[in-house]
């Protein structure tokens, strides 16, 4: 058993109340459990209880064995002194606190059935452990649930993105920049697309946004694919060869260094998804639009935000996979493309980059219309289809936008993965009920405010 389990079980009042009888045999009755404290300090704090017709109020102490009160510490701590009531699983030694007074001690009892649930759900074999039991909760719990979740998934992008910003003086037009260019390499080339990005300054590929070409040499450049023998294929290749003068121009004006062409991962990936063929989708995107961070914040709807990260490779790039190498056979254009009508990738780009970096906008700034707004553009995009949410719908939670997608995400890896059931809603109120499963039926989220 763990120490968290009495917690959960005493901050909700499963105990059985008739057997809360002390170690000198007074009988307790629990008036206010109290606040439940996460920092140092007694675990709850503000509890009143009733003994022999007094009100007692203070601190309450939990541990699994009351010995523990020694192993922890507390009889030298004052910041105990107010503990009123010490609840343990298993009451094997006397309790006194630093004035030398004894504390009051009972041993918690609960019903079987609720610890039996608990158990289960931490030795499921499936990552969401409760998943047998999901439809025995109402749709209106499991839907708050998890939009609050969405909002903490919103929390922790932000909490990437702040470093960031504040690294880069507040300038949010290359902060953008820079988590686009990541979320353009997915997870495998994520970090070498971040480099790139850190490498060559918005404010530099502003002085050529009329220059695709330049564009492009700029960022093959500096990703190191023009160095000689990184693409043996491509040294007869003329449109390289125009790349490597436009760059060689280039980086002499600015002083540029190039990254190291090794960092680039191609191995077992789709000839489409190349980092060769994103960063070209970049060059397109940022010669259309080298003011993206404006465009984000002004945006009025979802619909608005795809279009704004509609990108396509250059004509070169809808044939080639790498300088010199061709697709075989006849390539279908649009399955290279970010900007396919809500296609993944542009999907990707909405919900990593453009709806967070609203949410911190809004944060940041204390104008809660950007909050709102990052939140409307998520529950008016389609759901996310990937490995988490089949997972979800196998269990019988179909999500009906990416706001329930991205909180299921949360739920999934912040909860369910780690098996803190107990500070789920949804796991903790299963837990609570504490009743064999039966098998039900799939649970649509109905749609509704967040």
Same mark, same amino acid.
């Not at 010490?86 to 609720?114: C, Q, Y």
């Not at 693409?231 to 125009?242: T, V």
């Not at 010669?287 to 070169?316: G, K, Q």
């Given at each position: 058993?763990?120490?968290?389990?009495?917690?959960?079980?005493?901050?909700?009042?499963?105990?059985?109340?008739?057997?809360?009888?002390?170690?000198?045999?007074?009988?307790?009755?629990?008036?206010?459990?109290?606040?439940?404290?996460?920092?140092?300090?007694?675990?709850?704090?503000?509890?009143?209880?009733?003994?022999?017709?007094?009100?007692?109020?203070?601190?309450?102490?939990?541990?699994?064995?009351?010995?523990?009160?020694?192993?922890?510490?507390?009889?030298?701590?004052?910041?105990?002194?107010?503990?009123?009531?010490?609840?343990?699983?298993?009451?094997?030694?006397?309790?006194?606190?630093?004035?030398?007074?004894?504390?009051?001690?009972?041993?918690?009892?609960?019903?079987?059935?609720?610890?039996?649930?608990?158990?289960?759900?931490?030795?499921?074999?499936?990552?969401?452990?409760?998943?047998?039991?999901?439809?025995?909760?109402?749709?209106?719990?499991?839907?708050?649930?998890?939009?609050?979740?969405?909002?903490?998934?919103?929390?922790?992008?932000?909490?990437?993105?702040?470093?960031?910003?504040?690294?880069?003086?507040?300038?949010?037009?290359?902060?953008?920049?820079?988590?686009?260019?990541?979320?353009?390499?997915?997870?495998?080339?994520?970090?070498?697309?971040?480099?790139?990005?850190?490498?060559?300054?918005?404010?530099?590929?502003?002085?050529?946004?009329?220059?695709?070409?330049?564009?492009?040499?700029?960022?093959?450049?500096?990703?190191?694919?023009?160095?000689?023998?990184?693409?043996?294929?491509?040294?007869?290749?003329?449109?390289?060869?125009?790349?490597?003068?436009?760059?060689?121009?280039?980086?002499?004006?600015?002083?540029?260094?190039?990254?190291?062409?090794?960092?680039?991962?191609?191995?077992? %990936?789709? &000839?489409?998804?190349?980092?060769? =063929?994103?960063?070209?989708?970049? #060059?397109?995107?940022?010669?259309?639009? *080298? +003011? /993206?961070?404006?465009?984000?914040?002004?945006?009025?709807?979802?619909?608005?935000?795809?279009?704004?990260?509609?990108?396509?490779?250059?004509?070169?790039?809808?044939?080639?996979?790498?300088?010199?190498?061709?697709?075989?056979?006849?390539?279908?254009?649009?399955?290279?493309?970010?900007?396919?009508?809500?296609?993944?990738?542009?999907?990707?780009?909405?919900?990593?980059?453009?709806?967070?970096?609203?949410?911190?906008?809004?944060?940041?700034?204390?104008?809660?219309?950007?909050?709102?707004?990052?939140?409307?553009?998520?529950? %008016?995009? &389609?759901?996310?289809?990937?490995? =988490?949410?089949?997972?979800?719908? #196998?269990?019988?939670?179909?999500?009906? *936008? +990416? /706001?329930?997608?991205?909180?299921?995400?949360?739920?999934?890896?912040?909860?369910?993965?780690?098996?803190?059931?107990?500070?789920?809603?949804?796991?903790?109120?299963?837990?609570?009920?504490?009743?064999?499963?039966?098998?039900?039926?799939?649970?649509?989220?109905?749609?509704?405010?967040?």
């Amino acid at each position: 058993m763990r120490e968290e389990f009495l917690h959960f079980v005493w901050k909700n009042s499963l105990f059985e109340s008739d057997s809360l009888i002390a170690t000198d045999g007074s009988v307790i009755e629990i008036v206010d459990t109290g606040t439940y404290n996460r920092d140092s300090g007694p675990d709850f704090f503000n509890a009143r209880i009733r003994t022999d017709d007094a009100i007692w109020a203070g601190n309450v102490e939990i541990h699994l064995k009351s010995s523990h009160w020694y192993s922890h510490g507390h009889h030298k701590d004052k910041a105990y002194n107010n503990v009123i009531l010490h609840v343990v699983g298993e009451d094997n030694s006397d309790t006194f606190n630093e004035a030398g007074m004894k504390v009051l001690t009972v041993t918690l009892r609960f019903k079987s059935s609720v610890f039996d649930k608990y158990t289960e759900y931490l030795g499921a074999p499936g990552i969401i452990g409760c998943s047998a039991d999901l439809w025995k909760l109402s749709p209106f719990i499991v839907r708050n649930w998890i939009s609050g979740c969405a909002v903490e998934r919103l929390e922790e992008k932000g909490g990437r993105i702040r470093p960031v910003l504040h690294e880069l003086n507040n300038d949010w037009e290359e902060t953008l920049y820079r988590f686009i260019a990541a979320y353009f390499g997915h997870n495998v080339n994520s970090e070498p697309f971040y480099r790139l990005a850190s490498s060559l300054p918005l404010s530099l590929i502003r002085k050529h946004s009329d220059n695709l070409l330049q564009i492009e040499a700029l960022l093959f450049g500096q990703a190191g694919m023009l160095e000689e023998g990184m693409f043996s294929e491509g040294a007869g290749d003329e449109y390289c060869k125009l790349l490597k003068r436009e760059y060689k121009v280039l980086r002499v004006k600015y002083a540029l260094k190039p990254l190291h062409g090794f960092i680039w991962k191609f191995h077992r %990936m789709r &000839p489409s998804s190349f980092p060769t =063929v994103r960063i070209s989708q970049v #060059a397109s995107l940022l010669c259309r639009n *080298s +003011a /993206l961070f404006a465009s984000v914040i002004e945006a009025e709807s979802a619909d608005t935000l795809l279009t704004l990260l509609y990108s396509e490779e250059s004509y070169y790039w809808k044939e080639h996979y790498a300088f010199g190498k061709k697709f075989p056979g006849k390539k279908n254009i649009s399955s290279g493309r970010v900007g396919r009508k809500t296609g993944l990738a542009q999907l990707n780009l909405v919900l990593n980059a453009a709806v967070p970096i609203t949410w911190v906008y809004g944060r940041e700034n204390s104008l809660e219309k950007y909050c709102r707004k990052a939140l409307m553009f998520s529950e %008016m995009l &389609p759901p996310e289809r990937n490995r =988490v949410t089949r997972e979800w719908e #196998a269990a019988g939670v179909v999500p009906l *936008s +990416a /706001l329930d997608s991205q909180g299921l995400i949360t739920i999934r890896d912040n909860y369910c993965r780690r098996r803190r059931c107990l500070n789920c809603h949804i796991g903790s109120k299963l837990i609570a009920m504490g009743i064999d499963s039966d098998p039900g039926g799939k649970m649509i989220l109905e749609e509704g405010k967040s």
